[in-house]
Each structure stands twice: as C-alpha cells, then as structure tokens.
C-alpha cells in the first residue's frame, strides 16, 4: 500500500545523504585552473553561509553550543572564500601571462615578415 501522510516527510537519513554532496560542493581540493570551477564553489559558500545566517537570526531557541558551531562554520567558510579570492588572482595573473605570450608571438612574427 502506498502511504500518501508519510512519502514527503523528511528523515534524519536524508540529511544524512545529502550533507556529504553539501560537503563536497564546499571542500577546496586544490588548486583550480578554471574560473568557472571558483564561481560555483564560491557560489555554494555563499549560499551556505547565508542559510547559517538566516538560522542564527531567526532560531531564537536554539541552543548556545549549536549558535557557536554555527558561527565556527561560518568563520570557517569565510577564510574559504578568502582562499577561493586568491585562487581566482592566480588564475587572472596566469590568463594575462597567456595573452601576453601570444601577443609577443605574434609581434615576433610580424617584425620577421617585414
């Protein structure tokens, strides 16, 4: 039989799930080449962070430890993002280095043709 009261409630098991996909979105491996690859990373900080934001403001039973572990995580994803910024300069320095290889190529080429 098919239990129409109970098929959307939400069990501790789904969060359970869907916290490491959450995990993986927010985790910094390494090093990133492509800016797009940042944007989504800092776009998911960004939308964590502000749901943290929205509980802490709006939870007023909440419990002093999970208010401080939430601003823990909150300072955490802040030196993220920070890390993300210099990932993001590093890869807009190493596009100017690119573009200016180019541009000295071709420069060369034109002076050797004349």
Same mark, same amino acid.
């Not at 960004?46 to 802490?56: E, P, Q, R, S, T």
């Not at 034109?110 to 004349?114: D, Q, V």
């Given at each position: 039989?098919?239990?129409?009261?109970?098929?959307?409630?939400?069990?501790?098991e789904?969060?359970? &799930?869907? #916290?490491?996909?959450?995990?993986?979105? $927010? =985790?910094? *491996?390494?090093?990133?080449? +492509? /800016?797009?690859?940042?944007?989504?990373?800092?776009?998911?900080i960004?939308?964590?962070?502000?749901?943290?934001?929205?509980?802490?403001l709006?939870?007023?039973?909440?419990? &002093?430890? #999970?208010?401080?572990?939430?601003?823990? $995580? =909150?300072? *955490?994803?802040?030196?993220? +993002? /920070?890390?993300?910024?210099?990932?993001?300069?590093?890869?807009?320095?190493?596009?100017?280095?690119?573009?200016?290889?180019?541009?000295?190529?071709?420069?060369?080429s034109?002076?050797? #043709?004349?």
């Open positions: 039989m098919f239990d129409t009261e109970n098929i959307n409630v939400i069990e501790e789904d969060l359970t &799930k869907i #916290s490491l996909v959450i995990f993986e979105s $927010l =985790l910094i *491996k390494r090093e990133y080449k +492509r /800016e797009s690859v940042v944007y989504y990373k800092e776009d998911m960004n939308g964590v962070a502000d749901l943290l934001k929205k509980m802490l709006q939870n007023t039973g909440m419990s &002093k430890e #999970s208010k401080l572990n939430i601003i823990n $995580l =909150l300072d *955490k994803l802040n030196t993220q +993002r /920070e890390h993300l910024e210099i990932i993001k300069s590093k890869i807009a320095i190493s596009d100017i280095q690119q573009a200016s290889k180019r541009l000295s190529k071709k420069s060369q034109a002076f050797e #043709s004349e």
